[in-house]
DNA sequence: GATGAATGAGTGTTCATTCAT
DNA sequence: CATGAATGAACACTCATTCAT
């Protein structure tokens, strides 16, 4: 083990030490929330100082700005997965499955929701965030747009607002203290998701579900 | 004026005292935030001070908690009044309009979320919010129920979810940043709920008029 | 002692607190210089929490112009007195004297330099600065003009320039770390001062006695 | 430009990073002021490491203190110049000049300030520049002495203390924030320095033309 | 009931310096 | 000799809350 420390160039170790505080602070933001993960905090966790941190990052929101692009590139490739290469009925299913995951998915819906109060509240951050999020939102968009092409059916609104949609609708349901006895959120997603699919008229193009590629 | 004032009974002076601190911490919560929202500055809005704020409420958390009550209230009585006593299509027509107006809600919807998060967080807080949260969901719950009723539709789920639902819709979508170019949220929770009732199946008591499309 | 507590108001307590950190304030600055002099420092000084000292105060800045402004009255009392009510000649000895103490004030020039220093790096800081340095310019232009006027001498310059010259000697000199066996400040500035005022063309209105030499 | 590096020995390559290093903190200084000056800046400033400037300087003081003997033998060179080989009529003339351009001596004056205050506060600190101080007061006191005699006149005190009072009035003057409209800091030093020689008596080997006002 | 001075634990951030590479 | 990631102690300042008046 000490072996194969030695080993790491400069580089490497650095991207090591960036890695540990990123998974520093999902773990503590996932305890206390933005707002409660303070500096101190996640060096602690990550077993570095405080000066560490700020030789990685240039402060706290970058961080968390980090972390929030992570779980986008996570999202996006998950999403990517299940709609591409397949015919749309098995996609839905799929898409089912995977909502019905979000309920663990409260940690980043909460760092999400903190992170876009607090781009109603910095204008500096808003600026970064902001990029962030429309890029996400594009990127979802596209794939929302090919998920109804592969059902051969025509999206009521741009692909953009209505992945916006499901992601406000996500990550708001993700926060609701919910018994749990009671539907889990992927559920009521699903049901939302069916009604826009049901009710979107069928594509020029006389595809339904044999479209292909 | 002071005469008027000398007129006060005590609990009715409190009860003045309680109003004007909610109604500062509107202002200060509406202006910075919830985190952002400090007591000082909310004493100080209301023109009392801070000591005054602990004689009327046992902290800062009470407070917020009342002034999300407040708001519950007063949207519970508006959707009311939106469904109630007219048939259907009317009401369609005029949740629309009110959705419309929900843009001006990023005040409040940052408020409730900010709350929940803070749920998530303090145990403590959570028993209160959670009672809270649940009542309005219950009563949103039945005003929803009425609407599909008034439609003569079969909602596809529990009323209660269902509201919640577009709770979190609407506040969720309240927080995003979106460039003014964009549709309003207002219109994509139309959209999200014409769906919703499009897809729903008609209930067996004919109960109203046959709907539209 | 206890009991001579309990009785004070609370505007002299306050008002005793704002002294005590002040008090505080101007052993740690004589310690350690305005950069040295912490607030952590300041507040454990007074015995009194760093909390308290932002009750009193609205930052370090606010404490340290407080300080000199202190100072700069005590000052100009001194000098007031000196020139005030005598004959030049006796005005003389006495300034003498008094130069001679200057050494003992090298914590004065120190912090009086400091914050000259602060203001020429922090704009908001300078504001204040300049009003407080303004105001003992001309104080203290006043009683130079007073002072040549006794000893029937005609200023070469505006009375505030010598003023602030002399200042800008003695804060300089102050700091000049001479070996205990040189001549103290006090004889310098007195040289400085002698030599200007022996060069200066007596006054037209034959005010008083004539001078020496 | 790999050649012409190559052809550097090593001392010379050393000396070289020693000169940039200096510049880099001389410019930072200038800008942000001894305290404001931090190592990472300059460094930065002249394009090299932090581990570099330690490699070169043992640390920040270290630096400082060799800026201020830089300066001080620019300034030394300046006045010898200015004194030497020459009557002292036209001497006082070019003193005036060069006294007026002291105004943008502000960031020397600056910076030999702050160390001097530093000196007042580390001991370690102190006996370093004690020792650049002194050396420079001597060597002023020289120019000052030969100034005196160059007018045919004796100086009322060791030379070397009117050098350090002059020195001190300097930087005092340069320090004090004076609106553009008043004097320039040169007049009134002149004004001093002036008075000093009007005051002082005749040398008995009679020098040079003994001139009056 | 109202006051606000005082508390004490907390915040994000900076910095001169060290040392493995 | 040069690098710059990491340190650790320090910094000014904020805040919800308490309690003597």
Redesign the interface.
């Known amino acids: 083990m000490a072996t194969a420390r030695k080993r790491l160039t400069r580089d490497e170790s650095q991207a090591q030490t960036r890695e540990r505080i990123l998974l520093a602070a999902r773990a503590v933001v996932a305890r206390?929330?933005f707002?409660?993960a303070s500096v101190r905090d996640i060096a602690e966790e990550a077993g570095y100082s405080q000066g560490a941190l700020y030789s990685n990052f240039s402060g706290k929101e970058p961080i968390m700005l980090e972390l929030l692009r992570q779980h986008m590139r996570e999202e996006a490739e998950q999403l990517q997965a299940i709609v591409k290469g397949s015919d749309g009925a098995a996609s839905l299913d799929r898409l089912g499955t995977w909502a019905g995951t979000l309920n663990s998915e409260?940690d980043w819906s909460?760092l999400a929701?903190?992170l876009?109060?607090l781009?109603?509240?910095s204008p500096t951050f808003?600026a970064d965030?902001?990029e962030v999020?429309e890029a996400h939102a594009k990127n979802l968009g596209q794939i929302v747009a090919e998920f109804y092409r592969s059902l051969g059916r025509e999206p009521?609104?741009?692909p953009r607002?209505l992945a916006?949609?499901c992601?406000?609708?996500?990550?708001?349901?993700a926060?609701?203290?919910?018994k749990d006895s009671?539907?889990p959120a992927g559920?009521?997603i699903m049901?939302?998701l069916?009604?826009?699919l049901?009710?979107?008229k069928p594509s020029e193009s006389p595809g339904s579900e044999d479209r292909e590629t």
Chains 1, 2, 3, 4 share one sequence.
């Open positions: 206390n929330g707002a409660g409260v909460m929701l903190e876009q109060l781009a109603h509240r808003a965030y902001d999020h009521q609104l741009d607002e916006a949609g992601m406000a609708l996500a990550h708001g349901l926060l609701q203290r919910r009671e539907a559920r009521l049901t939302f069916g009604a826009l049901a009710d979107a």
